[in-house]
């Protein structure tokens, strides 16, 4: 059974940081492009982070440059999502995404809360 299965979320004060985590079942995430998207409430989900299974990594947004890293374990098959100097526009579901494109295959995982709040 094909499964993603993010971590890590919770409840941070302004400044701190989190590190979330995406572990894999049921495939092999080594030949995937993994992303993290997040969805604040009363908003569209929006993509934040690549990494294509070379291991280079895209940010698409400017708010998360320098804060946001994302990384990848290929023998752990789990990709992860460290987040630093964490801001309330940070607050948000994030969403963990593998993505293959010459099989069109797509899997999503259910998602895990972060909170930015003091």
């Known amino acids: 059974q094909v499964q993603l299965v993010e971590s890590g979320g919770g409840l941070v004060q302004p400044g701190g940081s989190l590190r979330l985590s995406c572990a894999a079942s049921g495939f092999a995430i080594r030949v995937y492009t993994m992303r993290w998207y997040r969805q604040a409430p009363g908003k569209e989900r929006e993509l934040v982070l690549s990494?294509?299974?070379?291991?280079?990594?895209?940010n698409y947004l400017d708010s998360v440059k320098g804060r946001f890293t994302i990384s990848r374990d290929n023998a752990k098959n789990t990709l992860y999502l460290q987040m630093n100097d964490l801001k309330p526009e940070d607050t948000a579901r994030y969403y963990c995404n593998a993505y293959l494109d010459i099989l069109r295959r797509e899997y999503w995982g259910q998602g895990t809360q972060v909170t930015v709040s003091s």
């Open positions: 990494i294509n299974s070379a291991g280079t990594s895209t």
